[in-house]
């Protein structure tokens, strides 16, 4: 297996294809990632005994300690160490006597460790060639959605100064039949760029089996001639619609040929008919752009007799996989410190949220979208809260604190008194006098708790006759009623039997000396 554990989403992704019947091959295909790797991922879960169906329904957590531990070792970026040599190879390609050995001999007294020669000739044969032959390509049906952005951009028209403001024109075509999607969009930004996404997916009414794009910054975190590494919140989209995505290489127009020809086609079809029409928002440009892409996907081809809209309808929608019943939400990831006050702080918003105190001082995963917050520690999920925007406020859950804690906010004057109503009167006039004669009322909040205890303890009927005992003797608190329930006073009829001296609570009675 490789030598380090491939991207948690990757895997997770690799079971929603074999659930869906792909082959390893296809899989490694859709999703880019080498064919033996797959296959050694796809042997190892088979040995887990369970299904791929099963294991689609695993949360990272449980899907982790199925998962062999992965290898640590340092591996050098092989290709990244040779491309640092291009400039070098290419003087001496221009010399007279120049062969591959000779470079590769060069490169190896640098990097010992680095490509065999056969791989090395490879590579950079790739990297210094000229001509490149071309083909025409036919695509499959329901297979592929390619995606780009236009490089002319439209305008907005700002209503008080009459500043023009460009915004972006997002393209998106069906591979099998050129079925297209465009709308205009605030930015390229990552939230732009999914939300688009998702409408583009609404539109054409299901999902692809493979999404290819550009290199977008919203797309891809890390370019690479052969391996761009995508974004997590681009792979958590492919996941939540069970699809695969790729990126175009850098600087690759053919790789993108089609989409990069459709928007020529939408610089013709579209935009001309919009560039005198003044715009104030995204919502009306986008309402005029729709019926001329209508038009657009219903114009016929010229050497067909059909047209985009009617291909689609005929012989693609039917081979796209049905959309999810919830929309695609992104969320967004941040690290934070649980706090000594058993709470994280979610900058922005400015709002503190609960986690249960145990993880105080331990590094966690804030996961949010505009509806919800979630905390996660090692990939487990340990809070979930409604999202507040209150700057300085705080949300609490009660079960994410001390006991000790927890007992203090759930005092109050209120809640006794109320208790002391559901039990008894005499037990609530009792209560009342003990916050009368405190001079702040959390001072009696113990002596309440204890009286609570008191009547789970000896029961409520002897902790009632207990209370008329000691209000008979003007003594309000908990020792005192404590001292007559455990001497039995309160079984004591107090009209036969007048004490002689005050009860209080270090009275003995005459049990003490039998």
């Given amino acids: 297996m490789a030598g380090h554990r491939i991207d948690m989403l990757d895997i997770q992704r690799i079971i929603q294809l074999k659930a869906r019947g792909e082959s390893n091959r296809s899989v490694a295909r859709l999703l880019g990632i ?20 099963e294991l689609e329904d695993l949360d990272e957590t449980s899907l982790a300690s199925v998962l062999p531990l992965p290898k640590v070792f340092i591996k050098p970026d092989a290709y990244q160490e040779l491309s640092d040599m291009f400039p070098e190879f290419k003087r001496s390609m221009q010399s007279s006597g120049f062969t591959y050995l000779n470079i590769w ?20 044969q790739k990297a210094f060639a000229v001509q490149h032959a071309t083909m025409h390509i036919d695509h499959k049906m329901g297979e592929k959605l390619l995606v780009d952005y236009a490089g002319d951009r439209l305008n907005l028209t700002d209503r008080a100064s009459g500043e023009l403001h460009p ?91 089609l989409v990069e020809h459709a928007v ?9 008919h919009l560039k005198d029409r003044v715009f104030f928002d995204l919502h009306s440009l986008n309402v005029a752009i729709r019926p001329l892409l209508e038009a657009y996907n219903q114009r016929k081809y010229q050497l067909k007799q059909t047209s985009r809209e009617q291909l689609f309808l005929e012989h693609e929608k039917l081979l796209l996989s049905p959309l999810p019943a919830q929309p695609f ?70 079960s994410h604190m001390p006991d000790n804690h927890r007992f203090m906010q759930e005092c109050s ?38 009286i609570q205890r008191l009547g789970k ?44 001296l005050p009860v209080h609570e270090n009275l003995r009675g005459a049990t003490y000396y039998s």
């Avoid at 060069?106 to 056969?118: H, V």
């Avoid at 995508?230 to 790729?246: P, S």
């Avoid at 003797?473 to 009829?493: M, V």
Wanted: charged share 25%.
């Fill in 34 to 53: 080498n064919r033996k790797t797959v296959n050694e991922y796809v042997l190892h879960l088979k040995t887990t005994g369970k299904d791929f169906f």
């Fill in 105 to 124: 001999e060069q490169y190896r007294e640098r990097y010992p460790q680095g490509y065999g020669y056969t791989q090395f000739k490879e590579h950079v």
């Fill in 167 to 257: 915004v972006e024109l997002f393209v998106c075509v069906l591979a099998g039949t050129g079925y297209t999607y465009v709308e205009a969009s605030e930015s390229q930004g990552k939230a732009s760029f999914l939300g688009s996404m998702r409408r583009a997916l609404e539109f054409i009414g299901g999902v692809p089996k493979l999404i290819i794009t550009d290199n977008l910054k919203s797309a891809v975190t890390r370019s690479h001639r052969y391996e761009p590494e995508l974004n997590r919140d681009f792979k958590l989209f492919a996941l939540h619609y069970g699809t695969a995505v790729i990126a175009t290489r850098a600087y690759k127009p053919k790789d993108k040929a």
């Fill in 264 to 272: 020529r086609l939408i610089y013709q079809r579209i935009c001309f």
């Fill in 329 to 398: 939400t992104l969320l967004v990831h941040k690290s934070a410190t649980v706090q000594k006050n058993y709470h994280i702080f979610l900058s922005d918003d400015r709002h503190y949220y609960s986690v249960p105190y145990q993880y105080i001082g331990k590094k966690v995963d804030v996961r949010y979208n505009e509806i919800s917050v979630e905390v996660y520690y090692q990939s487990k999920r340990i809070a979930s809260h409604i999202r507040s925007r209150k700057s300085g406020g705080y949300t609490t859950h009660k």
């Fill in 413 to 450: 004057v209120e809640s006794f008194l109320y208790w002391g109503k559901s039990q008894d009167t005499m037990i609530h006039r009792y209560l009342e006098e003990v916050f009368a004669r405190r001079p702040h009322p959390e001072q009696a909040f113990r002596s309440c708790w204890g």
């Fill in 457 to 500: 303890t000896y029961g409520i009927e002897r902790l009632k006759k207990a209370c008329h005992r000691a209000m008979a003797f003007d003594q309000y608190g908990y020792k005192i009623l404590e001292s007559i329930l455990k001497q039995g006073l309160d079984k004591q009829d107090l009209a036969d039997e007048p004490p002689a």
